[in-house]
């Protein structure tokens, strides 16, 4: 199909046909196609200025804005953001950072996750068959089995930091159970390991909360967004206590850069896309739209409904 344009819940193609889009670009365009918040947004900020620096080294409002937005809905101590350009680039910098904060090297991850294809988060993906040919990976990464609650005892003192997706997506969209994420973060506070819960693919209101995590009373020391995040638009971001993300910026100087993560134009593409989640009842509605979905998937072939 050759896409002609796309608005709301639909795509067109060049002859005119009408697709209802159930993909929504791999849950990355959460508020359907050429949403008008957002694109305003855009054509304002471009108005405005475009890319003028590196990262960092002047303060740009849509990311600083958007930033201090999103340290308002977030639980503590989750209240320094750092804007990427992708949700594989926000895993890097999340593994970087769990190094950085315990000075250990061990990352543990799941079999059958999936959290991108750059080397680092190629490394902690739990697809065998998808990343033997491009071995050697990072050293010092093992794997555990989801909700397996005997596995977190290889969370130990020489471990940074577990990476989890809060609902595993390409292992077919699995949620955790009796308590796994809760029984997860106590194990991570007794060792001093970091919990890093990977909302790439549940955040931005796919679970009926801004993240998946806030379904589970849990909190962890890392959160990764992606997708979603963006209204459409490339973007990826890693959040974590203040006292964490500072670790970044000595020792070595510089820590992580980047010269286009919290670029203006998309910035405010993700500040008009999280008032659209928050200041609307699109959240809610994707809960009524659960409940819908799960009375009308009747048939005698589905024999079961997975996910949130």
């Not at 989801?146 to 809060?166: H, Q, S, V």
């Not at 077919?172 to 009796?178: D, Q």
């Not at 796919?206 to 993240?211: C, S, V």
Request: charged share 20%; glycine share 10%.
């Amino acid at each position: 199909m050759e896409v002609s344009h796309a608005i709301g819940s639909y795509i067109f193609d060049t002859n005119n046909k009408k697709y209802l889009d159930f993909v929504a670009g791999v849950s990355a365009c959460t508020l359907g196609h050429q949403n008008k918040r957002v694109n305003d947004a855009i054509k304002d900020q471009l108005d405005k200025y475009s890319h003028v620096m590196v990262y960092g080294e002047y303060s740009q409002s849509p990311a600083v804005e958007y930033c201090k937005l999103m340290a308002s809905l977030l639980p503590a101590p989750l209240d320094k953001t750092y804007l990427v350009n992708s949700g594989t680039e926000a895993i890097e910098g999340a593994l970087k950072l769990a190094r950085r904060t315990t000075g250990r090297s061990q990352l543990i991850s799941c079999h059958n996750a999936y959290h991108g294809n750059t080397m680092g988060s190629m490394s902690v993906m739990g697809f065998e068959e998808r990343k033997q040919v491009f071995r050697p990976l990072i050293p010092d990464v093992d794997f555990i089995t989801f909700n397996n609650e005997a596995d977190l005892e290889k969370i130990t003192t020489k471990t940074a930091g577990i990476i989890l997706e809060t609902i595993q997506g390409g292992a077919g969209f699995i949620e955790p159970h009796n308590d796994f994420l809760k029984k997860v973060r106590a194990r991570c506070t007794e060792v001093g390991a970091m919990m890093i819960l990977d909302e790439i693919q549940p955040g931005f209101g796919r679970t009926g909360t801004l993240f998946g995590f806030q379904n589970y009373d849990v909190v962890p020391d890392i959160v990764v967004m992606g997708k979603g995040m963006g209204g459409g638009m490339p973007v990826g971001a890693f959040t974590a206590s203040a006292a964490m993300m500072d670790l970044l910026s000595d020792n070595p100087k510089l820590g992580h850069i980047t010269t286009f993560g919290g670029h203006p134009v998309i910035a405010s593409a993700c500040l008009a896309t999280l008032k659209e989640l928050t200041e609307t009842n699109l959240m809610a509605d994707a809960l009524e739209k659960e409940k819908l979905f799960r009375s009308l998937l009747v048939h005698p072939l589905i024999q079961e409904i997975r996910g949130k």
